[in-house]
């Protein structure tokens, strides 16, 4: 079988074995490109230029904080959308904080990244910051995220055909009569 994946919102899964937690996965946009609560607006020409030293430690962290890594990007790209990651969230997180148990009920689904700014122009009228340049920092896993659209969804992979049909059967409606 070819590497089929699934993106699936974190308050419908359900993780029936302890081996799952073992390479539990998250993706989904790290930072788009729409004008945040902040008043930020990150092109991705900006994400382009500021990527590389990320992706030499691409650590993930929970709630911005340094002291607290949660796990690591496997995956950063950027689209006309912004900065796309696929992230493994450790063991070790769920033993310490909790993350995965978090992320299974629903209570955490953003992403929120710490950046330098380089370059940028303001518009008053609009007041607006228009980020051209930046050295992505960390990606967070947190529960309140500045840009609004920064959701990410619990990853599920299928080692074989049979798991996938499996799977796809929690999602079929039964036809009933009323």
Do not use: C
């Amino acid at each position: 079988m070819t590497d089929k994946k699934f993106y699936i919102h974190s308050d419908s899964i359900e993780i029936k074995s302890a081996a799952s937690k073992s390479s539990f996965k998250i993706a989904g946009y790290a930072n788009t490109s729409t004008k945040d609560r902040t008043g930020d607006v990150v092109t991705p020409e900006a994400w382009v230029k500021g990527i590389e030293n990320y992706r030499k430690n691409p650590v993930l962290l929970y709630q911005h904080d340094h002291s607290k890594p949660i796990g690591r990007s496997d995956s950063v790209r950027v689209d006309k959308k912004g900065i796309f990651v696929e992230s493994t969230v450790s063991d070790a997180a769920e033993k310490l904080h909790g993350v995965q148990t978090l992320i299974r009920d629903g209570a955490l689904k953003s992403f929120s990244v710490g950046f330098r700014v380089k370059d940028a122009d303001y518009d008053r009228t609009t007041d607006t910051f228009f980020i051209k340049d930046l050295e992505l920092l960390e990606i967070s896993v947190v529960s309140v995220p500045a840009n609004q659209d920064s959701l990410f969804s619990v990853r599920k992979s299928f080692e074989d055909d049979a798991s996938y049909e499996e799977f796809k059967k929690q999602f079929i409606a039964e036809d009933t009569l009323i």
